[in-house]
């Protein structure tokens, strides 16, 4: 790592810490660098580091807080504000404002007594307990990895980083929370016709059912507008999965001469300089694309040695090496998975829908497991379940929606899955969209 130095002036490092006293006008500035350690322990209650404030790491703080008052809990975010996953496909074409999606995070720390640093995580020293930040070490007795996923455009791309990052400025997907959602934004809002091209990510992905959902509110932007104007969907998966009949009624119905769903279209190669696309089932050109790469664990947990092995091959999974009714890393108990970042969870059905649901229900077990542990007291299994909401038409206002429940199986042992797909649109299952989310905002964010 780049031995860069430091310059760090006490307001900056107060994100949800105590207030800093005013220096004295011929005292100088504390000079840190990245082996400095910082955030002094608070209380005698344990040290847990989150890493990454989205809809999980939030939740795990809050709770945490909670179940073990005494704990001393810093959360790292790099961005400077909560963005929303849920509700964005909305925001993109004004259903709902900025402000539904974008959120202070200093409310909740506040409120929840929990420390948070804008900061970015550069690495891990597990054998003596050390994040590495952009601002110098931070110990913790406990370690939640609640980044997310990255964008895995070396599976596209390679070593070729001028493709990477032109396809990442000029095709931005923004499933990543950060700057890509106001430039797609923009990108939907200059459309004026040719065709949109929106590549899928292979199963396991970011949300699975919001690409589709993203497709057709842009599809009734551009009838709504009559923008001349196709959008075509380029899916790896033989059918639309999950809550099929649904989007596929939707597409028929609403959209038969915007949206055009190509099956078994797994990328082969992407040309974003002249905007064409090699997939296994044929070739395409593009006039605009919203490009979306597979999708693997966040950087982070790369960076702590973490991610799975496919014991076939021996062969990175992409995802988290974790203990499947425990949440936590099978090398080492003391660091936990929270969100989509996580591994396989049973032969059935693979890994828990990537969704926002499961990081707040997750976020909640986990603290619940640390909390248990900390006591003294012997951890109990626990399941999430998982609910989303898409809306189809914007005109009216109509959803669709998938459940699923989890359970043990007796026989195995292991966790399986039920699916409840809501197939029939309906504008009842917009205020339970709204509803749902509301309270799940007010359970993290404190609003």
């Known amino acids: 790592m780049p031995r860069r130095r430091f310059l760090l002036t006490p307001p900056a490092l107060a994100l949800g810490a105590a207030a800093a006293s005013v220096l004295p006008a011929q005292a100088a500035p504390s000079i840190l660098t990245p082996a400095s350690r910082i955030l002094p322990r608070q209380g005698k209650g344990p040290r847990i580091v989150i890493c990454g404030g989205g809809w999980g790491g939030m939740t795990a703080a809050r709770y945490l807080r909670e179940l073990i008052p005494n704990s001393d809990v810093v959360l790292l975010e790099r961005n400077p504000t909560f963005w929303?996953?849920?509700?964005?496909?909305?925001?993109?074409?004004?259903?709902?404002?900025?402000?539904?999606?974008?959120?202070?995070?200093?409310?909740?720390?506040?409120?929840?007594?929990?420390?948070?640093?804008?900061?970015?995580?550069?690495?891990?020293?597990?054998?003596?307990?050390l994040v590495r930040t952009a601002h110098g070490l931070i110990e913790?007795?406990?370690?939640?990895?609640?980044?997310?996923?990255?964008?895995?455009?070396?599976?596209?791309?390679g070593n070729d980083q001028r493709a990477i990052e032109y396809t990442r400025t000029h095709f931005p997907n923004a499933y990543i929370p950060n700057q890509e959602m106001l430039s797609l934004k923009q990108k939907v809002k200059n459309f004026k016709g040719g065709t949109l091209v929106m590549t899928l990510p292979p199963p396991p992905h970011r949300c699975p059912p919001s690409p589709y959902e993203r497709a057709c509110l842009i599809a009734w932007h551009i009838k709504k507008n009559k923008?001349?104007?196709?959008?075509?969907?380029?899916?790896?998966?033989?059918?639309?999965?999950?809550?099929?009949?649904?989007?596929?009624?939707?597409?028929?119905?609403?959209?038969?001469?915007?949206?055009?769903?190509v099956p078994n279209a797994r990328v082969l190669e992407v040309d974003p300089f002249n905007k064409r696309i090699k997939t296994a089932a044929g070739e395409f050109k593009f006039d605009d694309a919203i490009l979306m790469p597979p999708h693997q664990a966040a950087d982070m947990v790369w960076q702590a040695d973490l991610i799975g092995k496919d014991p076939a091959t021996g062969k990175p999974t992409g995802w988290a090496d974790m203990h499947n009714r425990l949440y936590h890393a099978k090398t080492d108990d003391r660091v936990y998975f929270v969100g989509d970042l996580m591994g396989a969870i049973s032969p059935q059905f693979g890994h828990y829908p990537k969704s926002a649901h499961v990081a707040n229900y997750i976020g909640k077990i986990v603290a619940k497991n640390i909390a248990q542990r900390v006591a003294g007291k012997e951890v109990t299994p626990l399941l999430p379940d998982n609910l989303c909401y898409m809306m189809v038409n914007g005109d009216p206002q109509e959803e669709i929606s998938v459940k699923f429940e989890y359970e043990v199986d007796a026989a195995s042992g292991n966790v399986i899955q039920h699916q409840i797909d809501m197939d029939v649109r309906t504008s009842d299952l917009v205020k339970e969209d709204f509803d749902w989310i509301n309270s799940k905002f007010s359970d993290f964010l404190g609003i």
């Open 140 to 157: 913790y007795d406990f370690l939640i990895l609640s980044g997310g996923i990255r964008n895995d455009y070396e599976a596209w791309f």
């Open 84 to 129: 929303s996953g849920p509700m964005s496909n909305k925001w993109l074409i004004d259903i709902v404002n900025t402000d539904f999606v974008n959120r202070d995070m200093l409310h909740p720390a506040n409120k929840y007594g929990y420390t948070l640093l804008q900061t970015e995580v550069n690495g891990f020293e597990r054998d003596q307990k």
């Open 227 to 261: 923008i001349p104007g196709k959008v075509l969907i380029l899916d790896p998966k033989p059918k639309i999965a999950p809550i099929s009949m649904g989007y596929q009624q939707a597409f028929e119905e609403l959209y038969p001469d915007i949206i055009t769903h």
